[in-house]
């Protein structure tokens, strides 16, 4: 059986994103500049992996902590945490569905 394709993601406050949708409609190639967050998105996808098979402090604690995971550049205001979110679009049939934290 087929699993659902990645249909969007969500990210607030992970790595060098303080916040970013990212729709997948076709087949995707990552580009850009040194520097840019394209090594951060690929962190997110195995962020997410080690999630949904270790606890959470685990994955955290693997890392350096939520403080080296978290989006240095949001202001002191903003609050400290951080988000993903994994939108899976429906396929022959079966529904999709949402992986968040």
Do not use: H, W, Y
Request: glycine share 10%; proline share 8%; no cysteine.
């Amino acid at each position: 059986m087929k699993s659902p394709p990645i249909s969007k993601i969500i990210i607030k406050r992970f790595r060098s994103f303080p916040t970013a949708t990212l729709a997948f409609d076709n087949p995707l190639f990552v580009v850009g500049r040194n520097g840019s967050g394209k090594s951060n998105l690929a962190d997110a996808f195995g962020f997410v992996s080690e999630a949904m098979s270790s606890p959470l402090q685990a994955v955290f604690d693997r890392r350096g902590g939520i403080a080296s995971v978290r989006n240095r550049s949001s202001v002191k205001s903003a609050p400290p945490n951080l988000g993903l979110a994994f939108e899976f679009g429906p396929v022959n049939g079966i529904a999709g569905g949402r992986f968040a934290f």
